[in-house]
């Protein structure tokens, strides 16, 4: 399911583990309960020595690992005013926003990127790592909410959102017919953050993912926030949401979206 222009982020298989597929590193010109959840993963060790590194290795382990999460930049569609689970691909304005949104977190020392398999999450991984000169890979779980039998219908259409108000108030039962369960979508969005926090312990990384799918799910895990957090609230295209996932569980410091509009 693609957000339609200006959609709000808030309208939207379990699985045990999620599934990466590997990207290459790159060079750049010139360059050489559903609900809380706590987590536990050895993060990548930092190129040079140190002293009593098995010390160090423990305390890693016990370190959050910080995701910033961010919906793709913008895209364009084969059919852009009904709903459909396009790929989409990113347009030049979008392709613009991830390069910024890459110098923007340069600071953090980035140490992978992640993307989901829809070609406009994908893209934007693959840019962003190009930027960032470090490796990029593919989580099947981090593609956005499927839209089943609505496909083809208008963005308008009430009983999609029916649907979504009823998982926004906590009813993760319902089921979105021929797609997913409230419950089904939370589970394996869950399990590919939790991948990629257990991969990387005590680092930053970047994710694109999608705007309905993360504004469902990143609330309702995360202790510090209310579960309708970004309910009717817009997310900007390539601006991050802060997600720390340690041993106190998923914690939310910062959250992109506005109730203006204009921000998309």
Request: aromatic share 6%; with cysteine; glycine share 12%.
């Amino acid at each position: 399911m693609h957000q339609p222009p200006g959609a709000a982020g808030s309208m939207p298989r379990p699985q045990s583990r999620a599934s990466v597929r590997q990207g290459t590193m790159h060079h750049p010109p010139g360059a050489g309960a559903i609900r809380r959840a706590s987590f536990g993963g050895a993060g990548r060790r930092r190129t040079g020595a140190r002293p009593h590194r098995s010390a160090y290795d423990r305390v890693m382990l016990h370190c959050p690992a910080t995701l910033f999460v961010a919906r793709h930049g913008d895209a364009a569609y084969a059919g852009p005013h009904v709903m459909s689970d396009d790929g989409g691909w990113l347009t030049p304005t979008g392709r613009e926003q991830v390069l910024e949104c890459a110098d923007r977190l340069r600071p953090e020392r980035i140490a992978r990127v992640f993307g989901s398999p829809m070609t406009r999450a994908e893209e934007s991984a693959e840019l962003a790592s190009v930027r960032l000169d470090v490796t990029h890979g593919i989580l099947d779980g981090l593609h956005e909410i499927r839209v089943g039998d609505f496909v083809g219908r208008a963005w308008s259409d009430p009983e999609m959102h029916a649907i979504h108000d009823r998982w926004v108030a906590g009813d993760l039962s319902v089921r979105v017919p021929g797609g997913e369960s409230g419950e089904e979508v939370v589970h394996r969005f869950r399990d590919a953050l939790q991948t990629i926090a257990d991969q990387h312990r005590g680092e930053q990384v970047l994710v694109f993912t999608h705007g309905a799918v993360m504004s469902l799910v990143i609330p309702r895990l995360a202790h510090n926030v209310r579960d309708d957090l970004a309910h009717k609230q817009f997310l900007p295209n390539a601006v991050p949401a802060r997600l720390e996932i340690g041993d106190g569980g998923w914690r939310v410091p910062s959250w992109p979206g506005a109730a203006d509009r204009g921000v998309v």
